[in-house]
Nanobody, 115 residues
Framework: QVQFVESGGGLVQPGGSLRLSCAAS????????MGWYRQAPGKQRELVAS???????NYVDSVKGRFTISRDNAKNTVYLQMNSQKPEDTAVYYC?????????WGQGTQVTVSS
């Protein structure tokens, strides 16, 4: 019984910042690596960033230096700090374990980067 609820999305201008949060229910959170994923209109869902149990992180090349993933196991929450946003960051953002599990997908949160 794992559920992820994403929040923090919205409309932001190019160059701006947003901080996404993902609250997880269940006891699985602290046992698995986590990831932030996104799906832009007309494109496949892609892994944006991941964070392991030890805190080791990995990022898709397009967001390196701009995005930061972090986790707070005590709060069952994973975050995605998004800086220097670009229009191509526009997408619905989801969190899930990594590798993802189909049954765990939530509703996601919309991020729109536009002037």
């Amino acid at each position: 019984q794992v559920q992820f609820v994403e929040s923090g999305g919205g409309l932001v201008q190019p160059g701006g910042s947003l901080r996404l949060s993902c609250a997880a229910s269940g006891s699985i959170f602290s046992l698995y690596a986590m990831g932030w994923y996104r799906q832009a209109p007309g494109k496949q869902r892609e892994l944006v960033a991941s964070i392991g149990l030890s805190g080791r992180t990995n990022y898709v090349d397009s967001v390196k230096g701009r995005f930061t993933i972090s986790r707070d196991n005590a709060k069952n929450t994973v975050y995605l700090q998004m800086n220097s946003q670009k229009p191509e960051d526009t997408a619905v953002y989801y969190c899930n374990v990594y590798p993802s599990v189909s049954e765990f997908w939530g509703q996601g949160t919309q991020v729109t980067v536009s002037s």
